[in-house]
């Protein structure tokens, strides 16, 4: 009796209870919230979760793809209608959770799919109405309307830890119908803890224009757009500047006409690009030259990095793994990468997805539930949907 009330002790103390959870690997650690509300309030706390993380690492897990159709998203009156068969915002699962959360029936009431990031999903209909909804919490909150009208536009979403809530950012971009020779660019940014847009002018040293009816790649709180004539744009919102930096992709060799291109994040926290074509793919990490400032876009007009050739692929080396993949060798390409990781990537090769480990050189096709063979491959972009693999305390601060 006496060492079982010791045990008892023990793991009502919060220290030696924090020493004790620090130790159980990811697998098991999320499952524990279960024992009782002190364990779910340990393991679930922000002070908690930063030394959990600083040793294990994030991991994810995947619930399936969204699908946006650039042909009904933002179109013009005169554009092309959805038709009442297709949903607005289709969802192939790969899971039972994916499969849950097509069964309640909230994605009938987003609109079209926009981004998503740590589990947020941002949607609407440009260029007024948006949505954010957090699937773990099941919340939906509406935006308030815009108020600037960007007839073409693309999006940005920050989503953020602040205490115990989620907080997140949107931010929308205006781009040129008309290719002009600008230096600035209009931007509007909502944000949860205020409950407000606000517009700002963002400039840059160089003449430059966004890709239309695109979404940000966000890494450490950094926006990376992509431009037009091969640049990226780079805005981080923290520095409380207005500048924008401009800098320049890189040119593959194998992939030197590509026509596909994505950015992704790495395992250490640094920008990924990949292209592709019909021939196969190549990956970029962007680095810190030596002797770089904290942030290397601190400075719009003398940036210290460099693009390092990470990864390259060629498909035909898929091929021989998969045969059967060789008669949509036109239709393969890069899809996208898995978050927060430096060795995997998603390929598209006709309306089947495979998972590519570039370390091992294996290869799976991912199994999903809908109707992939009626997706307008061409004129859509397919996203995975992500949820951290760790339950977070707070909710979306609305």
Partial sequence: MKRNSAYAAALNCDDILHEILIRIPPSTISKLIVVSKKWLHVICSPSFRRFYLRQWGQSYRLLGFFVCNFLYLGRPRDGYRRPRWEPALPFLSTCKEGDDLKLTGILKHLGYFIDSSKGIILSGFHPKTYYVYDTVSKQKCQLPEPQQFYKVLCMALIVEEYLDDICYKVIRARCECKLKERNTVSIETYSSKTGKWKQSTLMCSTTFALRPRTAAMVVGGVVHWFAMWGKLAIYD??????????????????????????????????????????????????????????????????????????????????????????THSKETQILSFLPQNSTSIFIKSGWN??????????????????????????????????????PHFGVVRT
Avoid at 297 to 319: G, I, M
Avoid at 355 to 362: A, C, G, H, I, R
């Fill in 353 to 390: 997805i495979l998972l590519y480990d570039l370390e091992t050189k294996t290869v799976e096709i991912v199994n999903y539930q809908g109707r992939g063979g009626s997706i307008s491959w061409e004129s859509s972009k397919v996203v995975p949907y992500f949820l951290p693999a760790w």
């Fill in 237 to 326: 919102p923290r520095l409380g500047d207005r500048y924008i930096a401009l800098i320049k992709l890189p040119t593959g060799v194998l992939s030197h006409e590509h026509e596909e291109s994505v950015l992704g994040e790495s395992s250490d926290g640094l920008l990924l690009y990949g292209q592709s074509n019909n021939l196969g793919l190549e990956i970029w990490i962007l680095e810190k030259e030596s002797g770089a400032n904290s942030s290397i876009y601190s400075n719009c007009t003398h940036l210290k990095y460099k693009w390092v050739l990470r990864w390259r692929l060629n498909f035909k080396a898929l091929w021989k793994q998969m045969p059967s993949l060789s």
